[in-house]
């Protein structure tokens, strides 16, 4: 796989092309590598003894969270990665292929506000870190819970809005976790939330109509 700054230029942040971006100090680069894996090792916490057969993860990027998934469900369920960039998901699916782990993932282009899945069909729909680069939070989160079983479970992560060199993208480019949680239990979801210095976790289940 590339460099993340290769990749990251392939990115789609609200429907745009990401600008390459310039240098990143070290110190920053070390503390967004150590918050990367305390949200992979979060996830992993969370999706830990699920019995879930279709997995979904929304928002592919750099394959970190897929690799997750397929490494955690590898014969036991079917992982879905969707993101809107032809380049990002061509990159990961090279990542993938060298891990072994390609035949348990499917990868589709498609735009978290325009998921082409039947509803109801997954289990377990995780979002790491992508919540930012949606066009509408609203809309996007709206197909999430469509496209989860009633009683299914979701789990998602992002930056929190804080204006840091730290967090990738200006504050207001996020939406604060408590307004992700009030959207998400107009939609029948109930919510957990919990706040890290940089990011945020939510965690949930579907109820039943």
């Given at each position: 796989?590339?460099?993340?700054?290769?990749?990251s230029?392939?990115?789609?942040?609200?429907?745009?092309?990401?600008?390459?971006?310039?240098?990143?100090?070290?110190?920053?680069?070390k503390?967004?590598?150590?918050?990367?894996?305390?949200?992979?090792?979060?996830?992993r916490?969370?999706?830990?003894?699920?019995?879930?057969?279709?997995?979904?993860?929304?928002?592919?990027?750099?394959?970190?969270?897929?690799?997750?998934?397929?490494?955690?469900?590898?014969?036991?369920?079917?992982?879905?990665?969707?993101?809107?960039?032809?380049?990002?998901?061509?990159?990961?699916?090279?990542?993938?292929?060298?891990?072994?782990?390609?035949?348990?993932?499917?990868?589709?282009?498609?735009?978290?506000?325009?998921?082409?899945?039947?509803d109801?069909?997954?289990?377990?729909?995780?979002?790491?870190?992508?919540?930012?680069?949606?066009?509408?939070?609203?809309?996007?989160?709206?197909?999430?819970?469509?496209?989860?079983?009633?009683?299914?479970?979701?789990?998602?992560?992002?930056?929190?809005?804080?204006?840091?060199?730290?967090?990738p993208?200006?504050?207001?480019?996020?939406?604060?976790?408590?307004?992700?949680?009030?959207?998400?239990?107009?939609?029948?979801?109930?919510?957990r939330?919990?706040?890290?210095?940089?990011?945020?976790?939510?965690?949930?289940?579907?109820?039943?109509?």
């Amino acid at each position: 796989m590339g460099s993340n700054e290769s990749l990251s230029s392939q990115f789609l942040h609200k429907d745009q092309r990401m600008r390459r971006s310039s240098h990143i100090p070290p110190q920053v680069g070390k503390i967004r590598d150590r918050v990367q894996r305390r949200v992979e090792n979060a996830m992993r916490r969370n999706i830990l003894g699920s019995d879930a057969r279709r997995v979904l993860d929304v928002g592919t990027g750099f394959g970190s969270n897929v690799r997750l998934l397929a490494q955690e469900f590898k014969g036991k369920a079917r992982v879905w990665s969707i993101d809107p960039s032809s380049g990002v998901l061509r990159e990961v699916r090279h990542m993938l292929r060298a891990d072994g782990l390609l035949e348990h993932v499917k990868l589709i282009q498609a735009k978290a506000e325009e998921m082409p899945f039947d509803d109801g069909f997954f289990t377990l729909v995780t979002s790491a870190m992508s919540i930012h680069h949606f066009v509408s939070a609203q809309d996007g989160l709206s197909e999430m819970v469509r496209v989860l079983a009633d009683k299914g479970r979701l789990v998602l992560t992002d930056w929190r809005p804080l204006a840091s060199e730290i967090v990738p993208h200006r504050a207001r480019d996020f939406a604060r976790p408590e307004r992700i949680c009030r959207i998400l239990s107009r939609l029948g979801v109930s919510t957990r939330l919990r706040r890290y210095h940089y990011w945020y976790m939510v965690r949930g289940n579907k109820t039943s109509d």
